[in-house]
């Protein structure tokens, strides 16, 4: 009988050759500075020469050397994973290693019901094994393995990274690429800095991240203060993920990074963009890389800096089957949370959650935020168990003149505020903010109104097509630089009303004149107070930000709405305000008004602890990996009248998109690629008439509406309905339907 090593585990690979890939791969963590414990260590080496033994069957070898696809026999095959368990001599280790390497055997796949197959098939495990090989599992192990070894966290770590060599290995890509540059990158950065401005250097906020960085620390500081450049070098010349909530900003981080820090240098096996359409934001502003290649390498976590979204990495707290491997990556791993106080309740719950497993298997956490209320300071220290080292950093200026006014937002007093501006010759940039679309696209029209058809007035929120909201977000962001000429700093003066949404609380960078603004709670208030007077060079001789309080016209309820208990506190720290308002000033409002003992009967943090307590019960499985974090799922749709202007060109794009997929079923090497690239080309092309609208309203819509237009064809997997709605220069509205109130108040930004 040949040895358990010389049967083969891939169609080109014996047991023994494969499981020399996994021990590279390890060796490789190891020789990073990944896995200091060496313990651990040999604990990994031995799973990963032991993890495939069980496909040592005549019927595996059958099936993994025949030319034709063989499927999988249940009624005469047992998932080798299981098999490879009954391999392991016990006698070669100690009682509790022998659990832990069994253990990350077992669950290295998710192929089957593990209990049952122990309990269910004895017989047919007998009747798969080598008798000369196998061993004898008693009761009370197996009943450990399954309660011990699926549940303990001192396993995760090896479970993850046994999966995470085995996936490196099979696939036949790099487990990991060393951070070796980021310091000296940053320090380069800086020395380019004093060639212009000989008094330039890391501040306050920089120094304490470089000295702490062996530490969690939160990091509150004044917009401006080089937050980014804080967090990045607190990580180091270590694995890091940057965490942050608005696409739009992770994308100019990762821009920042790619282009000032790293210069274009060796980006494929440095920085990583991870979120839903990073695949499209490569192909249409990363050049001369194999972007599919660079896209897989940010998608299996080898990249040594990645910015990120929640939802791509803290989806683990669901603990879906193979969890672990993202949790083990994170256990060496250094995590920056930037802007924690905009998560909605559900989503700080999940990231407080995941921050306290991450904490507690060794990876390190900064909080590097504008603004932070001490509740959530509060949460982090009792239910994450993370204690930090905490500083404020609060740039000494004034950038906001700000008055108070009861009554919903008026028309009138923007078109005088404007028309003074304009008629004196002053620098007339205004921002207004509303908190739901509806009230942005009616005060839009009443502007319009008493304004007349003129060009400096604009809309911006979410409803848009992908298209429209490139365009407009690009012109926003021209139109709101502080500076037209940076090098003299001359300020850039023009006219114009912009009317937005929360959209433009963390994902621009923007600097308007003049703010009018619907009251919200206080972090996202002074967030939009950060896009006036940015840089804090403007004059302050009048009021720059009038603040309104509709009162009873603030809507209450659940998803959406306004906390009634968040709301009432901000109005009342507003009492408190009228005319210059200072950094500090805004910091100790936030301390004094959103304690835990003012807030712990909102609606918010009822919804925290609900989704906390759910996310502590969960049981390994409940949920799938796809599935999404957020509460409130959207529904992509093309608006008919969008179809109906660009027919000719979708179709045309769509059958592009049949030819492509019957080239690529036959096409190998570089001319596969080059129709991958042209695969993506035009699924982009489609998804420029996309826009996400709330998934209730295209229920109801489905509900009134019983005529279909049918869908346009992303992919096997993706397809767009085209939906008859409203959709002009204010972006889109549903129809007025019949017997029913449109409930806009879901529709924030």
């Not at 390890?26 to 260590?41: N, P, S």
């Not at 063989?70 to 095959?77: A, H, I, L, M, T």
């Not at 090896?158 to 980021?182: T, V």
């Not at 500081?221 to 694995?239: P, V």
Request: aromatic content about 10%; some cysteine.
């Amino acid at each position: 009988m040949k040895a358990i090593q010389d049967f083969w585990a891939k169609p080109n690979k014996t047991i023994r050759e494969h499981a020399d890939d996994l021990k590279k791969r390890a060796y490789r963590l190891k020789e990073i500075g990944y896995i200091k414990e060496e313990h651990l260590f040999y604990l990994l080496l031995e799973c990963c020469e032991h993890h495939d033994d069980g496909k040592a069957t005549i019927r595996f070898e059958m099936r993994v050397t025949s030319e034709r696809w063989v499927p999988f026999d249940p009624e005469k095959e047992i998932p080798h994973n299981v098999l490879s368990v009954y391999y392991l001599d016990k006698t070669k280790y100690e009682e509790e290693d022998y659990l832990k390497i069994a253990s990350a055997i077992l669950y290295h796949h998710n192929y089957c019901d593990e209990s049952r197959v122990f309990n269910e098939k004895g017989n047919l495990i007998k009747e798969n094994l080598l008798e000369e090989y196998k061993h004898v599992l008693s009761r009370k192990f197996r009943k450990d393995l399954l309660g011990k070894g699926a549940e303990s966290e001192d396993i995760i770590v090896l479970k993850g990274l046994l999966r995470r060599c085995d996936y490196s290995a099979s696939g036949e890509y790099e487990i990991e690429y060393p951070n070796d540059f980021l310091l000296e990158k940053l320090e380069r950065m800086m020395q380019r800095w004093k060639e212009k401005n000989e008094n330039a250097g890391w501040n306050e906020l920089q120094k304490f991240a470089i000295e702490n960085r062996e530490t969690d620390i939160i990091a509150v500081a004044s917009t401006g203060m080089g937050k980014t450049e804080a967090g990045l070098l607190w990580i180091g010349d270590q694995k890091g993920f940057f965490i942050l909530p608005v696409r739009t900003a992770i994308n100019a981080i990762y821009d920042r990074v790619r282009e000032e820090i790293l210069q274009e240098e060796k980006l494929e096996e440095r920085v990583a963009l991870l979120h839903s359409e990073a695949l499209e934001y490569y192909n249409d502003n990363v050049e001369e890389l194999d972007i599919t290649e660079y896209f897989d390498r940010g998608k299996h976590l080898s990249l040594p800096l990645s910015i990120s979204t929640l939802d791509q990495l803290f989806n683990f707290v669901l603990r879906y089957k193979g969890y672990e491997t993202k949790l083990a990556t994170l256990s060496y791993s250094k995590i920056v949370i930037d802007e924690i106080q905009m998560y909605e309740p559900d989503l700080l719950a999940v990231l407080i959650r995941g921050l306290g497993q991450i904490h507690r298997l060794g990876g390190k956490i900064a909080i590097v935020t504008a603004t932070l209320a001490p509740f959530i300071k509060q949460l982090l220290k009792e239910d994450a168990e993370i204690e930090f080292k905490e500083k404020d950093f609060i740039l000494d200026k004034t950038r906001h003149s700000v008055s108070v006014k009861d009554g919903a937002i008026q028309a009138e007093d923007i078109v005088t505020q404007y028309l003074e501006n304009k008629k004196s010759g002053k620098s007339n940039k205004i921002l207004i903010v509303c908190n739901t679309i509806k009230k942005a696209q009616a005060l839009y029209e009443e502007l319009k109104t008493q304004l007349g058809e003129i060009e400096e007035l604009n809309l911006f929120h979410s409803r848009y097509i992908r298209q429209d909201r490139k365009k407009l977000e690009k012109e926003i962001r021209r139109f709101g630089k502080t500076y037209c000429d940076e090098k003299h700093k001359i300020l850039d003066c023009q006219n114009g009303i912009w009317i937005s949404t929360s959209l433009v609380e963390v994902s621009l960078d923007i600097d308007f004149d003049y703010l009018f603004t619907e009251l919200s709670e206080l972090n996202g208030l002074f967030q939009r107070m950060g896009r006036c007077n940015r840089k804090g060079v403007k004059n302050l001789d009048k009021y720059n930000c009038f603040v309104y309080c509709a009162g009873k016209e603030v809507k209450r309820g659940q998803k959406g709405f306004l906390d009634p208990i968040f709301y009432e506190q901000s109005r009342k720290a507003l009492q408190e305000v009228d005319g210059l308002l200072s950094e500090e000033k805004k910091m100790d409002l936030i301390n004094r008004y959103f304690t835990m003992e003012q807030v712990r009967d909102s609606s918010f943090m009822k919804k925290y602890r609900e989704v906390y307590n759910q996310l502590m019960e969960l049981r390994i499985g409940d949920f799938e990996e796809g599935e999404q974090l957020r509460s409130i799922f959207n529904q992509d749709i093309i608006p008919k009248l969008v179809f109906d202007e660009n027919k000719e060109f979708i179709l045309e794009q769509q059958d592009r998109l049949r030819k492509i997929e019957k080239q690529l079923r036959k096409s190998k090497g570089e001319e596969r690629v080059q129709y991958l690239k042209e695969r993506l080309n035009c699924q982009q092309n489609l998804k420029e008439f996309v826009v996400s609208i709330p998934k209730y309203e295209y229920q109801n819509y489905m509900e009134k509406i019983w005529e279909r237009f049918g869908y346009v064809v992303i992919s096997k997997y993706e397809k767009i309905p085209i939906m008859d709605c409203y959709y002009d220069e204010k972006g889109y509205y549903p129809l007025n339907y019949k017997e029913r109130t449109i409930e806009d108040e879901m529709m924030m930004c």
